[in-house]
């Protein structure tokens, strides 16, 4: 059974940070593309960041691009979020997904993932 677990969700002020945690279990963390996605009210689902964990860079939205940084650590099987700099916009439930296919044209795509965890909250006020 695939298990997708985030953390470190909570308030910040704007230009403050806070970081994520997703660990993964019950599926292979190498070769797997993780990601980020986010959804504010009355808005659609977005992503934010995604990474194959096999190497390469991670893909970044433009909003966050500069700000957010996302890590890894395999032998944890987990990816980490560190968001810098927050504004009001980014609150959102922020969640993570596993088992995708990251490309150019995918990475940002929610259909393209298979596995998602129940999202942690971030709000941050002005």
């Known amino acids: 059974q695939v298990q997708v677990v985030e953390s470190g969700g909570g308030s910040a002020q704007a230009g403050g940070s806070l970081r994520l945690s997703c660990a993964v279990s019950?599926?292979?963390?190498?070769?797997?593309?993780m990601g980020w996605f986010r959804q504010a009210p009355g808005k659609e689902r977005e992503g934010v960041s995604a990474?194959?964990?096999?190497?390469?860079?991670?893909y970044y939205a433009d909003s966050v691009k500069g700000r957010f940084i996302l890590s890894q650590d395999g032998a944890k099987n987990t990816i980490y979020l560190q968001m810098n700099s927050l504004k009001p916009e980014d609150t959102a439930m922020y969640y993570c997904?596993?088992?995708?296919?990251?490309?150019?044209?995918?990475?940002?795509?929610?259909?393209?993932?298979?596995?998602w965890g129940h999202g942690t909250q971030v709000t941050v006020s002005s």
């Open positions: 019950g599926y292979p963390y190498d070769s797997n593309c």
């Open positions: 997904a596993a088992g995708g296919v990251c490309g150019d044209g995918s990475w940002y795509q929610e259909r393209f993932f298979s596995y």
């Open positions: 990474v194959y964990t096999g190497g390469g860079s991670p």
